[in-house]
């Protein structure tokens, strides 16, 4: 068999920008591929977190001294960089949160809860993560809206179900851009437009997308896009929420409290501009000038280049899985035209714990587990799944070597 | 650790496993989950006037620790009173096993004893009005 092991970079010296993947773990060369869950830091993200806490430490936004003045151009300018990165007019449409969760958050009960009537409906698709899914089932609730879903087929939108599901009562669509289950991409720019025809606003969950592949917001019309920022070489503590201007200006601040006011008098108070009235609180400072040096990392392999690379190094891996009968894979095949690097899988009999189990027993990091998608597992009828996800630093050779490892799997459960 | 664990009389415990199937007539059910991996346990039981288990069953589904150690477990407690049960702590449960356990799969190995216990509790509430 004879299948591609291009890729549009050198790996090996991307490699060495990450200490970490140097490690070995009882005694075997670490192969991380547990990128979805989060991602390795290169030495220049990490050098500019130690960096902020050397020489410009100090609190954000109102103080006059010099670390001060220092550490709030930092905080902003991050907040252009990643705007850049997406596609964003500019800052004021990046608020930062702690994580893809808290972003959701904010537009599920800033905006949902005061935009969705009663006989809405809310439409997601069935792979949704929890982060999305559970947030959206509250404003339901809380609201008296329908939820409705967008059916999938090995991580594939199913014909006819956007023109279906979403109609003149569709309040808001949150949809995942890229599941973390099946690697598979939703159809975001016809779910968006079918929304927009009907006056819905769009959330698009980018928490898989972003660190990944090429992004850009305003091509793609999304109302709200979050993403994370641990997932893209950035620290933990860091995420995006972005927004149309009007879309956030229809928006409540979720969070209270210093930081995100203009004038407070004893009984009432008024919030300052975009996007500072979202950031309640001293936000997580050093990350964000954490997350800043993780996407001039990222732009300067070009993420056209790291989508490339993932691509061959999944699509690799699928074809030497699919000629095992022993492995269930789940999602769409290797030849599938636009996939991430996700592949879901099972071993013969193996529950997915003990498979994952036994890969650590030979180095190979992956995650098992419903991966934040109960539902979509039940509807599978499968109670868990192992999970290996790629990133840009991942390579042909540790393909092989987890693809060795699973015969390890295969003995023991023979 | 790693394929330490998976011993051969885990492995026959996970794939033939002991006391397995519902129970129609059982004075304890109980049922739990271990969300962190899915694994699913419901026990039944049996419990005559002297709060002696007498008989003592399991179902469910999950990893070969959790369920292994279920049907160890039924093996182990019948016999026993409520209270010897109740009395039972993880490192029993780890003893049972005798392999060594990460943080993660001590969960998944206590679960049994998490549900057993549960529903006794539930029991003597039960008893007590």
Redesign the interface.
């Known amino acids: 068999m004879s299948v591609e092991k291009a890729s549009p970079y050198k790996v090996d010296g991307v490699r060495e920008d990450f200490p970490v993947l140097g490690r070995t773990v009882?005694g075997e060369e670490l192969v991380y591929l547990d990128n979805a869950a989060t991602s390795q830091k290169p030495q220049s993200v990490i050098d500019a977190v130690s960096e902020f806490y050397e020489q410009h430490n100090a609190n954000v936004h109102r103080g006059l001294h010099t670390l001060s003045q220092e550490a709030s151009e930092a905080y902003e300018t991050a907040h252009d960089r990643v705007a850049e990165f997406i596609g964003a007019e500019g800052r004021e449409n990046i608020v930062f949160t702690s994580n893809t969760t808290e972003g959701v958050n904010t537009v599920a009960f800033g905006w949902g809860t005061r935009h969705v009537e009663e006989g809405d409906n809310i439409v997601l698709t069935q792979m949704e993560h929890h982060s999305s899914l559970v947030p959206w089932q509250q404003v339901a609730k809380r609201n008296d809206a329908e939820l409705r879903f967008l059916e999938v087929e090995q991580g594939i939108v199913k014909d006819g179900e956007v023109e279906e599901k979403i109609d003149e009562d569709t309040a808001a669509v949150s949809v995942v851009h890229m599941s973390n289950v099946f690697g598979t991409f939703t159809p975001v720019d016809d779910i968006i437009e079918r929304a927009h025809e009907h006056g819905a606003r769009v959330l698009v969950d980018g928490a898989q997308s972003a660190p990944h592949a090429p992004v850009d917001v305003s091509e793609m019309d999304a109302d709200f896009f979050v993403t994370s920022g641990h997932k893209m070489c950035g620290p933990t503590g860091t995420g995006v929420l972005y927004g149309k201007k009007e879309a956030l200006h229809e928006t409540s601040p979720y969070q209270y409290g210093g930081e995100m006011i203009k004038i407070v008098e004893y009984e009432d108070a008024t919030w300052t501009d975009l996007p500072w009235k979202f950031e309640a609180g001293t936000p997580n400072i050093a990350q964000a000038v954490g997350l800043s040096a993780a996407i001039e990392y990222l732009e300067d392999l070009g993420m056209e280049n790291v989508h490339e690379h993932e691509r061959s190094v999944t699509r690799y891996a699928l074809e030497l899985l699919e000629d095992d009968d022993e492995v269930t894979l789940y999602g769409p095949p290797a030849d599938h035209e636009d996939r991430g690097g996700v592949v879901s899988f099972n071993v013969s009999?193996?529950?997915?714990?003990?498979t994952s189990?036994?890969l650590?027993?030979e180095g190979i990091a992956t995650r098992?587990?419903?991966h934040c998608a109960?539902p979509l597992?039940r509807d599978m009828g499968v109670?868990?799944t192992t999970r290996a996800s790629f990133y840009l630093y991942n390579t042909h050779e540790e393909v092989d070597a987890f693809v060795q490892a699973i015969e390890?799997v295969k003995e023991?459960?023979a | 650790m790693g394929r330490d664990m998976y011993r051969q009389r885990i492995l026959d415990h996970y794939r033939d496993p002991q006391n397995y199937g519902e129970m129609d007539d059982a004075d304890v059910t109980y049922e739990d989950v271990n969300p962190s991996c899915g694994d699913e346990i419901r026990m039944y039981a049996v419990v005559d006037e002297d709060d002696e288990i007498v008989d003592v069953n399991f179902d469910g589904q999950g990893c070969a620790i959790s369920q292994a150690s279920a049907s160890l477990l039924t093996e182990e407690v019948k016999g026993m009173t409520v209270e010897e049960v109740r009395d039972l702590e993880t490192e029993d449960i780890k003893e049972m096993l005798g392999i060594e356990l990460s943080p993660v799969r001590v969960k998944c190995a206590v679960l049994g004893l998490k549900v057993l216990e549960g529903g006794i509790v539930e029991y003597k509430k039960e008893k007590q009005t």
């Open positions: 009882d009999d193996a529950h997915a714990h003990d189990e036994l650590s027993d098992s587990g419903h109960q597992m109670p868990a390890t023991v459960f």
